[in-house]
């Protein structure tokens, strides 16, 4: 399985960005999948997740009401639309694909990671 993200990029507060994770194989549909971020300094931070089927999905409380996360299974693909975007957002978003239907906020939950994709947002 590769996970490829892609849609970051330097933007002001406020703005908005949406990255975007093809992942290759044909059992896509089976897994939950998510994102997690990390700054420079920081350790690795839980984003969100989604469930295999889209229907349920958990933010952290950090981007809640500002980041919605999707998924076209159809397409082997799932989204992460950043809104109001605030410079402590600036970091590397990693998308990740887990070990079942469903994971939580533990890194050891998720088997599968994407290569990472910048994000920067200025003040």
């Known amino acids: 399985v590769q996970l490829q993200a892609s849609g970051g990029g330097l933007v002001q507060a406020g703005d908005s960005l949406r990255l975007s994770c093809a992942a290759s194989?044909?059992?896509?549909?089976?897994?939950?999948m998510g994102w997690f971020r990390q700054a420079p300094g920081k350790e690795r931070e839980f984003v969100v997740v989604?469930?295999?089927?889209?229907?349920?999905?958990y933010y952290a409380d950090s981007v809640k009401g500002r980041f919605t996360i999707s998924r076209d299974n159809a397409k082997n693909t799932v989204y992460l639309q950043m809104n109001s975007l605030k410079p402590e957002d600036s970091a590397v978003y990693y998308c990740?694909?887990?070990?079942?239907?469903?994971?939580?906020?533990?890194?050891?939950?998720?088997?599968?990671w994407g290569q990472g994709t910048q994000v920067t947002v200025s003040s």
């Open positions: 990740v694909r887990s070990r079942g239907s469903w994971a939580g906020e533990s890194p050891s939950g998720y088997d599968y």
């Open positions: 194989g044909r059992t896509f549909s089976r897994y939950a």
């Open positions: 989604i469930s295999y089927s889209g229907g349920s999905t």
